[in-house]
């Protein structure tokens, strides 16, 4: 079974798994800290549980990299990582605010670069973004390509949340100069919405995002036309170990980033 359909398969599993859950008192339940330092609640355990589960029903070769399990060997032999984020937006699960979405990568080596394969499933809607390196990028049948012309509204989308004051003064003028910011609390889901045309540019300077975070997102943003620079403006690319952390600007073409970069 190819990589990109095993992740849409179980990511499928995830969609009917957590339906019910969402925005319940179930859902907020402790399940201590996880490998990527939050607290892990019963409804990111119920959606791990249901991957895991799947990839070994399967006898899937890989190494597994979880947000909250860390990492599972699943063979001796391995074919490649699947890097998990079971929910993103774990916060807007447990709230119940309809943004949330399951984020599955497969990469063949070490490096956020060597991903080849990304599902991000849309947890309130069933929508499936997907991407298989060099064959574009997908919503459920649909081909998708990052909004190319002079948008009507301009949508910057900015993670503030938890930033220093000295980022947030650097990034004050896009504020300033933005009637329609954004954030909206699951990163891979935002960069599907980019990827899909709907948000403009994507910037997340805090040095807080995990590769498990990005992993799935950001094959589907490169394969829908989209730039993701890091940091020093250089292509994002990364080790997938749990702790890195990844700041980047996602731009839908060279005008828009030129603008941005005008203004930080
Ligand atoms: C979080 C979301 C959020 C981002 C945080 C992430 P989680 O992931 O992607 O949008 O601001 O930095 O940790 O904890 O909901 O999987
Ligand atoms: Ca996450
Ligand atoms: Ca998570």
Request: glycine share 8%; net charge positive.
């Amino acid at each position: 079974m190819q990589p990109i359909n095993v992740l849409k398969e179980a990511s499928k599993l995830v969609y009917e798994n957590v339906k019910g859950l969402a925005g319940t008192k179930a859902a907020a339940k402790d399940h201590g800290v996880g490998a990527g330092g939050d607290i892990s609640r019963k409804i990111d355990v119920v959606a791990e549980k249901t991957v895991l589960d799947y990839l070994k029903k399967i006898k899937f070769e890989c190494i597994v990299l979880g947000e909250e399990c860390g990492r599972v060997e699943l063979s001796k032999n391995p074919k490649g990582f699947v890097i998990m984020d079971a929910i993103d937006g774990s916060a807007n699960a447990v709230r119940g605010i309809p943004f949330f979405c399951c984020s599955l990568a497969f990469a063949t080596e070490d490096k956020l670069s060597s991903v080849t394969a990304g599902v991000v499933t849309d947890l309130s809607t069933g929508d499936m973004y997907w991407a298989a390196r060099g064959r574009g990028a997908y919503c459920n049948s649909k081909r998708i390509h990052v909004h190319k012309e002079k948008p009507v509204y301009k949508i910057v989308g900015i993670n503030v949340s938890g930033a220093k004051p000295s980022l947030i003064k650097r990034i004050q003028p896009l504020f300033e100069n933005s009637n329609h910011a954004r954030h909206l609390g699951a990163n891979a889901l935002e960069l599907a919405l980019f990827s899909r045309g709907l948000i403009d540019i994507y910037i997340d300077l805090r040095e807080k995002i995990r590769v498990t975070d990005m992993a799935a997102g950001y094959l589907i943003a490169r394969e829908a036309g989209g730039k993701i620079l890091d940091k020093n403006l250089e292509n994002l690319d990364s080790d997938l170990s749990y702790d890195t952390r990844l700041s980047f600007i996602a731009a839908a073409n060279d005008e828009l980033l030129k603008e941005i970069l005008q203004q930080i």
